[in-house]
């Protein structure tokens, strides 16, 4: 199986972008923006918003594309933080719900995606290169917050950290999250289920069918989970092949 990488998601080779300087406030429902270079952050407040084969990239210390509004779709874009303090997410879908997260290449920030709210799609991204300028960074591919967050699909990306950060995914007490067919790497360990974060019980979440590669301590860590949660079915080691469990 061939993930997605660098030739295959952000900006399509052979579009032509223009420069857009300065943040970009969207508040008109159906917005469709497409086709721009953007330096500065991107906030979708309306619904129905559509961000596509565009770049963006920002200095602000919180977030590049910050998404609240319904239905958002992100696709084919290129998100990167330049040079900022810290703490830094290349998209923030702050409770929003159904967004879309198809195909981008996201980097050089403290998270990937960082997502609240309910019904998103995180789909064939190429998350890679984490970085950032502050003292005590906390990195993550992507992160669902506890107590908030429900009916989330995480599949076929490339969530390539390195072992010294945090995870290429993690979580706090969410319900209905589906995780398949992801190749993960990196992070102390790569991937989190912690139930002492959040509001409420986790339920229905699930690993299944991918491939983990290197890490620093292991590739799972599930703390006070519920019996059962999360379903770890169908994955494995990304060089040799070999089938793992939950708690190697």
């Known amino acids: 199986m061939t993930f997605p990488n660098a030739n295959t998601t952000g900006v399509p080779k052979g579009v032509v972008l223009s420069p857009r300087s300065g943040d ?25 918003v559509i ?19 319904t239905n958002a779709r992100i696709e084919r874009c290129d998100i990167a933080g330049i040079i900022h303090a810290g703490g830094q997410k290349a998209i923030w879908i702050d409770g929003a719900k159904g967004c879309k ?3 981008c290449d996201l980097s050089n920030c403290d998270d990937g995606i ?4 309910s019904g998103h799609l995180i789909r064939a991204n190429y998350i890679h290169d984490m970085a950032s300028g502050g003292n005590d960074p906390h990195f993550d591919g992507v992160q669902l917050e506890g107590g908030d967050t429900d009916h989330v699909t995480i599949t076929g990306n490339n969530i390539v950290m390195a072992i010294e950060q945090n ?14 067919a992801n190749r993960l790497y990196g992070g102390g360990y790569t991937t989190y289920c912690d139930a002492r974060f959040g509001e409420g019980v ?11 590669g290197t890490h620093n301590y292991g590739y799972t860590a599930f703390e006070e989970c519920p019996p059962g949660v999360p ?7 990304d060089i040799t092949g070999l089938p793992i469990s939950a708690g190697q």
């Open 101 to 103: 997260v198809l195909r």
């Open 24 to 48: 970009m406030q969207v508040d008109v429902d159906g917005t469709i923006i497409e086709g721009l270079d953007i330096s500065g952050v991107v906030i979708i407040d309306a619904d129905n």
């Open 51 to 69: 961000l596509r084969n565009c770049r963006v990239r920002s200095t602000d210390t919180f977030v590049v594309v910050w998404v609240h509004g």
């Open 202 to 212: 986790m339920s229905k979440v699930s690993f299944t069918n991918n491939r983990y």
């Open 231 to 237: 379903v770890f079915i169908g994955n494995v080691d």
């Open 167 to 180: 995870s290429a995914i993690t979580m706090g007490v969410v319900q209905n999250v589906k995780v398949d």
């Open 114 to 117: 960082y997502a609240s709210g």
